[in-house]
């Protein structure tokens, strides 16, 4: 600080000089606009979101649960200079990596929160299981509020994947986004994905799900004509029949591996399932999920219905319904968020026995 005054003052008495000491105070004021410390930053770094325990009339969870805005420096044009192209690299990779440290200090916020929500549901305080287990649905259903429920899972899911991405995010650093595509949200927390890891991940859900239903319709009526995006036949196959219980626990292995495509669960319908694995992995993860469409269901319908539900949630409820693609033909924000709120709204009615 007393050499910054002592600076001011030396360019106080050369001001007082004659025209010639122009160039001499030109230079000087260069070199303490580049060395006295900036006024403000330029851009404000996102911050980790206050977290507290949803109550239980709410119904949509912490916005910590969902990633965090990704601010990118401005593009620089085409004539901009080396040293330019090279400081908006670097200032990308800064974002990055400001963006993914948020993101795991909201899943460790996040978890805390859903501490003791998992006291309540019975659930071990350092052990991330997710709920529901099978064997207590009906508990989950009656103690929790939707919010409460979501931050519980949420939490849990991320926890698992808390470890490796800290790992990879310590040794890469700024190339962390370099890195992550090889391994996919298998090893990225949902609050650390970047929008275009998300848009991603969901045109990969869309190619999958068309397959596998296509699949289905060749196996069943020995058709090959797809089903409509978003149309009553499809609505009709994923509402009544792969979230049907009885399903899950009786059908076939090739119809098992179909909704669990649709629903995300593998990559493929096309996979391999021995019966050891069927038995042991694919149905019972088929069987959890529809437990879980049941629940969540029931939770906003007594939360309020769909209009009670924030943009974001409306999209993540359709994408863990199988229709993540519904408005993939629409641009504007508006008009998709629409889509996919008259979706749900038909998905609610169906599962509830309205026609």
Do not use: D, I
């Given at each position: 600080m007393s050499s910054l005054r002592a600076q001011r003052a030396?360019?106080?008495?050369?001001?007082?000089?004659?025209?010639?000491?122009?160039p001499t105070i030109l230079l000087f004021s260069t070199y303490a606009r580049h060395n006295s410390p900036p006024s403000s930053p330029r851009s404000s770094?996102?911050?980790?979101?206050?977290?507290?325990?949803?109550?239980k009339h709410e119904i949509n969870p912490p916005s910590s649960t969902r990633p965090s805005p990704?601010?990118?420096p401005a593009a620089v044009t085409e004539t901009a200079s080396t040293y330019e192209k090279i400081t908006r690299y670097i200032a990308i990779g800064r974002a990055y990596l400001t963006f993914y440290k948020t993101g795991l200090k909201n899943v460790y916020h996040n978890y805390r929160a859903s501490l003791p929500l998992?006291?309540?549901?019975g659930l071990p305080a350092y052990i991330p299981i997710s709920p529901p287990r099978l064997s207590r649905d009906k508990n989950a259903a009656?103690?929790?509020?939707?919010?409460?429920?979501?931050?519980?899972?949420?939490s849990a899911r991320d926890v698992r994947r808390m470890i490796p991405f800290s790992l990879i995010l310590v040794v890469c650093g700024e190339f962390t986004p370099l890195v992550i595509p090889l391994f996919g949200s298998a090893v990225t927390p949902f609050?650390?994905?970047v929008p275009s890891q998300v848009s991603k991940e969901?045109?990969?859900?869309?190619?999958?799900?068309?397959?596998?239903?296509?699949?289905?319709?060749?196996?069943?009526a020995g058709s090959l004509s797809p089903m409509s995006v978003g149309g009553k036949e499809e609505l009709s196959l994923l509402a009544t029949q792969f979230t049907n219980p009885a399903f899950a626990r009786t059908a076939d292995a090739e119809s098992v591996m179909r909704a669990c495509a649709v629903f995300g669960l593998v990559k493929s319908h096309a996979r391999f399932a021995p019966g050891v694995l069927l038995r042991f992995v694919y149905r019972p993860r088929l069987e959890k999920h529809v437990s879980y469409l049941a629940i969540d269901d029931a939770m906003i319908r007594d939360g309020g219905g769909v209009k009670a539900l924030v943009a974001e949630e409306v999209r993540a409820a359709?994408?863990?319904?199988?229709?993540?693609d519904v408005a993939s033909g629409y641009r504007k924000e508006g008009q998709r968020e629409t889509v996919e709120r008259e979706w749900l709204e038909r998905w609610l009615d169906l599962r509830s026995g309205k026609k």
């Open positions: 030396l360019y106080a008495r050369l001001q007082c000089h004659s025209p010639q000491s122009q770094p996102p911050t980790p979101v206050a977290v507290s325990t949803p109550k990704l601010s990118l998992r006291k309540t549901l009656s103690l929790l509020g939707r919010a409460q429920f979501q931050l519980v899972r949420r609050t650390c994905r969901r045109a990969v859900a869309a190619t999958r799900k068309r397959n596998a239903l296509a699949g289905h319709t060749a196996a069943t359709v994408e863990e319904r199988g229709s993540g």
